[in-house]
């Protein structure tokens, strides 16, 4: 096993081709790299949220965005809408056990970039 493979997660080289361990990365991105994903995971890892509150909560998203946002992460299984009937009529967002799961990971890329990126960035 080579250390990027090792540092990935993926099994050795031999049993495994590397190139899914890249695929597998690259599909974690496509969902984590689109601009503001992580800040909504990272949220609503604090609990559920109604639309509002989550707009309060990231600052300088779109409604638009947002709502945007939620489809997508609803779509890979992260987000969760619930809708209670009321009256009122409430809707709140919260993690899937999938996207629970994300919460230290994000936690500990919030701490790397403490460490080794600027504030400026």
């Not at 559920?48 to 965005?65: C, K, N």
């Amino acid at each position: 096993m080579n250390a990027s493979t090792a540092r990935l997660g993926c099994v050795a080289a031999e049993q495994h081709d590397e190139r899914q361990c890249d695929a597998a990365v690259s599909r974690a991105f496509s969902v984590l790299g689109k601009r503001w994903n992580g800040m909504i995971l990272d949220v609503l890892g604090e609990g559920p949220l109604s639309f509002v509150g989550l707009r309060r909560a990231v600052t300088g998203i779109s409604d638009a965005v947002l709502s945007d946002r939620l489809v997508e992460l609803a779509d890979a299984g992260l987000v969760v809408r619930d809708v209670d009937a009321g009256p009122p009529v409430a809707v709140s967002y919260a993690l899937t056990d999938a996207g629970a799961r994300l919460v230290p990971i994000l936690a500990q890329l919030g701490a790397w970039a403490d460490g080794n990126l600027s504030a400026t960035r």
